[in-house]
Structures are given as C-alpha cells and as structure tokens.
C-alpha cells in the first residue's frame, strides 16, 4: 500500500503563488504515476496535474498550464505542485494520488487512481 500525505495549502492573494508538496511511504515502488488533483465545492474533481514516476513526462490540465509546475524528487518520494499567478477559481480542496498501473496514455481521470492523500485546503482572495 502506499500513503501520502499533502501540505503547504493556505490563504494567498490572487496573483500569490504556493506550493503543495505530497509525501508518499510505503509500498513506493509501485509508483507510475503521480497526480494532483482538486475539487471546489459543488463541483466535479478534477485533474490538475501529474507526473511519470520514473521518466518525468508531465502531463497539465488547460486552466493550469503556464501557471503550475508540478514535479517530483524521487529521492525523498515527494511530489510538488508550484502554483503561480493564483485566480480565485483556483480555490479547492487539492489532492495527490498514486497511479500504480502502467498507463500508457497519460492517466487524467481521477479513477485511474489508486491511492489517495486527505486533501490540503488551498483558497484563493481576489
């Protein structure tokens, strides 16, 4: 199995940046795939961004490109999202999650996922 743990969400002015880092343990091994993903009340969640384990091809949604980088250190079994240029419409409930399959699309459906971290509260004031 394998758990992760988010941190680094907060309160920023609009046009602020933040970055949330997942830590995984575990059966880490197994990792292919890395995402992020978030969910705002009454809405669907959705992709936001994810990472190859191994090779490091990534993979962004259209309303975060050129906004966000996310990347990952291996060494540490940690994920990061660097959010940039922050719109109020960022503001959701951001989650990491472990793909353990190898996809050979680029998995963006929160389904592909199997693991799953609490969430970290990221809101965004205009």
């Known amino acids: 199995q394998v758990q992760l743990v988010e941190s680094g969400g907060g309160l920023v002015q609009a046009g602020g940046s933040l970055r949330l880092s997942c830590v995984a343990s575990?059966?880490?091994?197994?990792?292919?795939?890395m995402g992020w993903f978030r969910q705002a009340p009454g809405k669907e969640r959705e992709f936001v961004a994810g990472?190859?384990?191994?090779?490091?091809?990534?993979s962004y949604a259209d309303s975060v490109k050129g906004r966000f980088t996310i990347s990952r250190d291996n060494a540490k079994n940690t994920v990061y999202l660097q959010m940039a240029s922050l719109k109020p419409e960022d503001t959701a409930v951001y989650y990491c999650?472990?793909?353990?399959?190898?996809?050979?699309?680029?998995?963006?459906?929160?389904?592909?996922?199997?693991?799953w971290g609490q969430g970290t509260q990221v809101t965004v004031s205009s």
């Open positions: 990472v190859r384990w191994s090779g490091g091809s990534t």
């Open positions: 999650a472990v793909d353990v399959n190898t996809d050979w699309r680029f998995p963006v459906s929160w389904g592909k996922y199997d693991y």
């Open positions: 575990g059966r880490t091994f197994s990792i292919y795939t």
